[in-house]
T-cell receptor, first 117, second 110 residues
Framework: DSGVTQTPKHLITATGQRVTLRCSPR?????VYWYQQSLDQGLQFLIQ???????AKGNILERFSAQQFPDLHSELNLSSLELGDSALYFC????????????????FGPGTRLTVL | EDQVTQSPEALRLQEGESSSLNCSYT??????LFWYRQDPGKGPEFLFT???AGEEKEKERLKATLTKKESFLHITAPKPEDSATYLC???????????FGAGTQVVVTP
């Protein structure tokens, strides 16, 4: 158990709908990352938050958005869903330190499996 | 652009048959190289972080090494419970993001 929790575990929805995925980081971790894993693309970085602020963006679609709340949990919102959005969505957290130059280890949650029908 | 290539794509081993997985990378300034293990439908499980060429880390039957262009994950005398997909990822100068390889699927048969 990595200490990162994600809900729900499974989500089945229809095209055009909107869903929210939730992530609670490990206790004390300030950074939260979202990744998408599909069969043909592997693990792809979507977005990172650090202590409530957006830090970095990957190839995240405009239909997707995220935020990190004051209690450090994060939510990934996916809207106007398409069949191709079906994938596993993982959240990871870390506690980068200034003394390590930002080098840190990311611990992953169990993921949310999204199926768009 | 940063690239991570893992080989082989798949590996089938007999129990006790040692082998190595390769992760070659091109990145503009390596902050760290990470190895994860992933079981089907589960989240990646952290194994090792390597920061500089020449570094080695060991855990049970696994040993990870790093050079300036590649990393190896050596599996010594594997057991069936070592069956999993092993993922390699690099962290470059851009803050925090991990760039993953496609993984090596390892199956260990009794």
């Amino acid at each position: 158990d990595s200490g990162v929790t994600q809900t729900p575990k499974h989500l089945i929805t229809a095209t055009g709908q909107r869903v929210t995925l939730r992530c609670s980081p490990r206790s004390g971790d300030l950074s939260v990352y979202w990744y998408q894993q599909s069969l043909d693309q592997g693990l792809q970085f979507l977005i990172q938050y650090y202590n409530g602020e957006e830090r970095a963006k990957g190839n995240i679609l405009e239909r997707f958005s995220a935020q990190q709340f004051p209690d450090l949990h994060s939510e990934l919102n996916l809207s106007s869903l398409e069949l191709g959005d079906s994938a596993l969505y993982f959240c990871a957290s870390s506690q980068p330190t200034l003394s390590s130059g930002g080098r840190d280890t990311q611990y992953f949650g169990p993921g949310t499996r999204l199926t768009v029908l | 652009e940063d690239q991570v290539t893992q080989s082989p794509e798949a590996l089938r081993l007999q129990e006790g048959e040692s082998s190595s997985l390769n992760c070659s990378y091109t990145v503009s300034g390596l902050r760290g190289l990470f190895w994860y293990r992933q079981d089907p439908g589960k989240g990646p499980e952290f194994l090792f972080t390597l920061y500089s060429a020449g570094e080695e880390k060991e855990k049970e039957r696994l040993k990870a090494t790093l050079t300036k262009k590649e990393s190896f994950l050596h599996i010594t005398a594997p057991k069936p419970e070592d069956s999993a997909t092993y993922l390699c990822a690099v962290q470059a100068r851009s803050w925090g993001k991990l760039q993953f390889g496609a993984g090596t699927q390892v199956v260990v048969t009794p």
